[in-house]
């Protein structure tokens, strides 16, 4: 089945100690996102990738950083975590081009990241 | 700016009855999507169903009914018969002809089917 894949669902890593987390797709999708969702809240965009052009929300902090080598692959990177990026990471895809407001966008599993 | 509010923060539904669930938007595009998420408790986001502006009938996928009142600017999902694997939080989201790839999500509602 095609879908969006997130390695790994848990990770754990330590206050300032870089951590990388990694998303795939199979469905071939032109477009994709990163989300940060804290407890009881709802996902918060980071940035996402049309193709290989990166768009970056204004109040992403300078410490999350992404790369998109190809299309199936997309890698988020936070450079230095503090106790307040611990959070759930969600990867979405969508099929592109943008302007149609129908889109949909579909989620992977998750990286639920804990930062000690 | 577009907006989406969830008024519903928490609800109880007995298993095997309906359940529905407010959305309210706000937005100045002509054209935009409505979109319902399920999140369990294991995190992943599941889209459940989508409306868009200009459809005429209401979108259905199986158990999930979406009631869209464009004029009241409402786009409640209504769960038929609840299961206990309807138990979740449900995000209501909007996308808008000029925002973009960007989804706006309202607060989402936790739902708790009882046996």
């Known amino acids: 089945d095609a879908m969006v894949i997130q390695n790994p669902r848990y990770q754990v890593t330590q206050f300032g100690k870089p951590v990388t987390l990694s998303c795939s797709q199979t469905l071939n999708h032109n477009v994709m996102y990163w989300y940060q969702q804290k407890s009881s809240q709802a996902p918060k965009l980071l940035f996402h990738?049309?193709?290989?052009?990166?768009?970056n929300e204004a109040d992403t902090p300078d410490n999350f950083q992404s790369r998109r080598p190809n299309t199936s692959f997309c890698f988020l990177d936070i450079r230095s975590p503090g106790l307040g990026d611990a959070a759930m990471y969600l990867c979405?895809?969508?099929?592109?081009?943008?302007?149609?407001?129908?889109?949909?966008?579909?989620f992977g599993p998750g990286t639920r990241l804990l930062v000690l | 700016a577009q907006k989406i509010t969830q008024t519903q923060p928490g609800m109880f539904v007995q298993e095997k009855e309906a359940v529905t669930l407010d959305c309210t938007y706000d937005t100045s595009d002509p054209s935009y999507g409505l979109f319902w998420y399920k999140q369990p408790s294991s995190g992943e986001m599941i889209f459940l169903i989508y409306q868009g502006s200009y459809d005429q009938q209401n979108a259905t996928e199986g158990r999930y009914s979406l009631n869209f009142q464009k004029a009241r600017k409402s786009a409640n999902l209504v769960i038929s018969a609840s299961q206990l694997g309807d138990s979740a939080m449900y995000f209501c989201a909007m996308r808008g002809l000029g925002a973009g790839n960007k989804l706006t999500f309202g607060g989402g509602t936790r739902v708790l089917v009882k046996p």
């Open positions: 990738y049309y193709d290989k052009d990166f768009n």
């Open positions: 979405a895809t969508s099929r592109g081009p943008s302007g149609g407001a129908g889109e949909t966008q579909y």
